[in-house]
Structure formats: structure tokens, C-alpha cells
């Protein structure tokens, strides 16, 4: 079906070990995001990327990594995971303009 | 650099009105708005475009004013359904020799709103 996924839903790990969450969407938007969401804070731009191999940094993006070699796809990577990335992720796409938001992924750092 | 919502919270009953409004400190290129319900991702409602446009979605509508670099959310005879987190998301403007904007979408920190019957 045609859509923005994310994946895993819930995620569990443990403080230090490397996390990758996964954004795919089957429109071929140009743009594609990712925020966290933590209350009080609102949704937070970690990265964006503007096309495939273009990536730029939002608000918050120490401790994050992300790749877009295909347009469809932007994983999302925490490279040693912390307890303050306990977070919900939204992954989102746009064809310049409105944002699309995946379901989003709750990831909890132990 | 994060736009500015007021009030943080509504309380209304069916029926009333409610604004939301939005702000920002640096040249806005265009303003979103999204609700969001408890667990759920945003939903689009509408955007607005540097120009100072108003728009409409059913009983909801907004406008933008570039000058001021403000957007208001106007919510009129309120449902029940209108229950959630409003969030403001700004495009800045960075000039025309650049196209005007870079698709980096920053939000507000949401407003609540809570329709009683």
C-alpha cells in the first residue's frame, strides 16, 4: 500500500548499544524528516534531507546519524543510545509542503 | 529559533471559539498547522504561504501575517472531535536569490485543546 512506514513500533535497548529505526515511503516526496517528541518540547527536527545523498541538521542532532542513499528510504541511527533519546520518533515525507507523518516509533533507552 | 504558541492550553465547551496563535522571530516563508490527537501522529489542516493568505478547513480557519511574523488558528463553534494538541510548524523565508525557503520545517511547542460537551 502506497504510505509512509516506520519500524520497529516499540523499541527497547539498553544505554550504549547502536539503534537504527527505519522510514520507508512509497510516494517518491523529495523531502523527508525526522523529529522526536517528548512532552513539553513539541516535535523536534533531529534531521531532514532535502533529496537523495542531501541531508542537513535540524534542532536536535547530536547523537544521530542519518543516510538517504534511495529516495524512499531514511533510517534514522542513534549510534550509542542514551537515556535522554527515550523519545517517540516520527518519521514524516513531503513533496514540498504539507508533511505526511508516519506512525512513529516509542523507543525507550534502559 | 522555535516559533512561539499562545496560550499553551485551551479549555472550551461545545460550541465556543478558540485562537491560537503563533510567532515567530525570524522572516517566515510559510506556516503549517497539524492536530494531533493522545498517541496518534499529526494530521495536515492547512498551509499558509508568505503573501498573508487566509485560509479555510470546514470550521477551521487561519491567517498569517507576514509583516509581524505571526499566524493565528481560529476554531469557531467547537466540536468535541476538535480535542487534541495543535502544533505550528514555520518555514523560514531565506531570500529569493535561494528560491525563498529550504523546506526545513521547525514547530511550535503545541497547544492543547480540550473541547467539553
Known amino acids: 500500500d502506497a504510505g509512509i512506514t516506520q519500524s520497529p513500533r516499540y523499541k527497547i535497548t539498553e544505554t550504549g548499544r547502536q539503534v537504527t529505526l527505519m522510514c520507508h515511503q512509497t510516494?517518491?516526496?523529495?523531502?523527508m524528516f525526522w523529529y522526536r517528541q517528548d512532552l513539553g518540547h513539541g516535535l523536534r527536527l533531529i534531521y531532514y534531507?532535502?533529496?537523495?545523498?542531501?541531508?542537513d541538521k535540524g534542532e536536535v542532532p547530536d547523537g544521530y546519524v542519518v543516510s538517504r542513499s534511495k529516495t524512499e528510504n531514511f533510517p534514522l541511527t542513534l549510534e550509542s543510545a542514551t537515556r535522554s533519546q527515550t523519545s517517540v520518533y516520527f518519521c514524516?515525507?513531503?513533496?514540498?509542503?504539507?508533511?505526511?507523518f508516519g506512525s512513529g516509533t516509542q523507543l525507550s533507552v534502559l | 529559533q522555535q516559533p512561539v504558541q499562545s496560550p499553551q492550553a485551551v479549555i472550551l465547551r461545545e460550541g465556543e471559539d478558540a485562537v491560537i496563535n503563533c510567532s515567530s522571530s525570524?522572516?517566515?516563508?510559510?506556516v503549517h498547522w497539524y492536530r494531533q490527537k493522545h498517541g496518534e501522529a499529526p494530521v495536515f489542516l492547512m498551509i499558509?504561504?508568505?503573501?498573508?493568505e487566509q485560509k479555510g478547513h470546514e470550521k477551521i480557519s487561519a491567517s498569517f501575517n507576514e509583516k509581524k511574523q505571526q499566524s493565528s488558528l481560529y476554531l469557531t463553534a467547537s466540536q468535541l472531535s476538535y480535542s487534541g494538541t495543535y502544533f505550528c510548524?514555520?518555514?523560514?523565508?531565506?531570500?529569493?536569490?535561494?528560491?525563498?525557503?529550504?523546506?526545513?520545517?521547525?514547530f511550535g511547542q503545541g497547544t492543547t485543546l480540550q473541547v467539553k460537551p
Open positions: 514524516a515525507s513531503s513533496p514540498a509542503g504539507r508533511l505526511f
Open positions: 510516494w517518491s516526496h523529495s523531502y
Open positions: 534531507s532535502a533529496a537523495a545523498d542531501i541531508t
Open positions: 525570524k522572516a517566515l516563508y510559510s
Open positions: 499558509l504561504l508568505k503573501g498573508g
Open positions: 510548524g514555520t518555514e523560514y523565508w531565506i531570500g529569493v536569490n535561494r528560491s525563498g525557503n529550504t523546506g526545513k520545517l521547525i
